[in-house]
């Protein structure tokens, strides 16, 4: 079946600081990719998202690319602040899975001042 | 994008009770799905709320301890029936766009003693 591995949390970071979380899947064919983001109390929110090798998602400054030949969606950000601090999730969705959905377990990230 | 609320956004209550949460879009949406959010962990789908007939439930959650609801394209309902603290999470509704991007109810935190 599908899997998603994202690096284990949780992450510690300095404000301005780069930002790598990684994420590996394990599926067939060509699932699309996402990234999620639940900020404390509340529910996820769509980041970013790719669709076939090699795009490029990005949004509020993070970036990931769909690698095929890695099977890896990993999530940048060039300068972090103390807002992105939040659970981050790693998915994938597959049409021929009746569209439903795999996760990753989260990685919790706390940027300080 | 369909915007989605729930009600309640939390209750603690008794074992042995039951809770039923709803979940409203503010437009028509053809996919809608149930999950569950255990503390610290991952999203783990429950099922599939189809309109107009049963829901489709995933390994390990069944009908009469999770009954779903879907009257219409903008309202479903999930019961967690007869209660235990191993009930203890938080419950998400969301509905997926055919691009299978997945946009998220703010969730029910749902304390069961």
């Known amino acids: 079946g599908n899997s998603v591995t994202q690096m284990e949390g949780p992450v510690t970071l300095s404000e301005e600081a780069f930002l790598t979380i990684n994420c590996t899947y394990t599926a067939t064919g060509y699932p699309s990719l996402f990234w999620y983001v639940q900020y404390p109390g509340e529910g996820l929110q769509l980041l970013l998202k790719?669709?076939?090798?090699?795009d490029k998602g990005s949004n509020k400054g993070f970036e990931a690319t769909y690698r095929k030949e890695t099977t890896s969606f990993h999530l940048e950000k060039g300068s972090v602040q103390v807002s992105d601090s939040a659970v981050y999730f790693c998915?994938?969705?597959?049409?021929?899975?009746?569209?439903?959905?795999?996760f990753g377990d989260g990685t919790t990230l706390t940027v300080k001042p | 994008s369909a915007v989605i609320s729930q009600k309640p956004s939390r209750d603690i209550c008794q074992r042995g009770t039951s809770l039923t949460i709803q979940c409203q879009v503010d437009s028509q949406v053809t996919m809608m799905f149930w999950y569950r959010q255990q503390p610290g962990q991952s999203l783990t789908l429950i099922a599939t709320a189809n309109q107009g007939s049963e829901a489709t439930y995933e390994s390990g959650f069944v009908i009469d301890k999770f009954p779903i609801s879907r009257p219409n394209l903008t309202f479903s309902t999930l019961t967690v029936s007869n209660m235990s603290p191993e009930d203890s999470s938080i419950y998400l509704c969301c509905w997926r766009t055919g691009a299978n991007e997945q946009f998220f109810g703010p969730g029910t935190r749902l304390t069961v003693l």
């Open positions: 998915a994938l969705t597959q049409a021929t899975n009746a569209g439903k959905s795999t």
């Open positions: 790719a669709t076939k090798a090699d």
